[in-house]
């Protein structure tokens, strides 16, 4: 088990540009969850799926971020017409499912994006 | 208003002291997760209490989850400079969405 990977971990771009972020989940993982860290803060949810199914988004997420799991397997996240306030570490999280009292999130190290 | 409310946001500490930071809702939860976070690096779980007044130890840590429900604390005893990281706790509100504390960043000096 390798653990959650996210590619890439740092990404510079200029505002405007698109920026694509993918997750490849531990594997056999049914839950997958995308969040967004700004420094000092702690994670703010943005969406997540159950297989290829995305069952929620969050109101954070305007209609330049789409996410897919087209599998059921990795995710992509992107991000277009980027703007100075999408600088952030956005982090990918995964789990087998569970009820309210016992679902464990894996994370993984993150993107961090820095848009200038 | 943050759903879960973290404090201190900062605390900085020396090497052999004890430390205790606090999670505080208005709300109350089923359960409640506590997080450590490295710079550089993604969350990695803790522990998660269930039932309330529970109390759960993981080597010099103490995890508390009130008798209502609605708030925990994390106290670490002795503490070390690889305790040094942000401490974040997190919940299931409405959904299936676990939603984070703002955290506290700790630092343990040598």
Redo the contacts between chains.
């Keep these: 088990d390798t653990g959650v990977s996210q590619d890439p971990r740092h990404k510079i771009t200029k505002r405007g540009q698109n920026v694509t972020f993918r997750c490849d989940p531990i594997s056999e993982h049914n839950r997958l969850y995308w969040y967004r860290q700004t420094l000092g803060q702690g994670p703010e949810f943005l969406t997540y799926f159950q297989n290829e199914a995305q069952l929620e988004k969050s109101r954070l997420l305007s209609d330049r971020f789409s996410a897919e799991r087209p599998k059921g397997s990795f995710s992509t996240l992107e991000i277009q017409r980027t703007e100075q306030g999408d600088s952030a570490m956005y982090l990918c999280a995964s789990s087998s499912g569970g009820g309210v009292t016992n679902e464990k999130l894996f994370f993984g190290s993150g993107t961090q994006l820095s848009v200038l | 208003t943050q759903l ?1 409310e ?1 404090s201190p ?1 900062f605390l900085s500490i020396q090497e052999g002291e004890n430390l205790t930071v606090y999670c505080n809702s208005s709300s109350v939860f ?2 409640l997760q506590w997080y450590r976070q490295e710079p ?6 803790l522990v ?1 209490v ?1 039932t309330g007044g529970e109390v759960k130890k993981l080597k010099r840590l103490t995890f508390q989850f009130g008798d209502a429900r609605k708030d925990s604390s994390l106290h670490i005893t002795a503490a070390q400079t690889g305790d040094t990281g942000l401490y ?1 706790c ?1 919940a ?1 509100a409405a ?9 506290t ?1 700790v630092l343990v000096k040598p």
């Design positions: 879960l973290q946001q089923s359960s550089g690096e993604g969350p990695v779980l998660t269930v974040l997190a299931k959904g299936n969405k676990l939603t984070f504390g703002g955290g960043r």
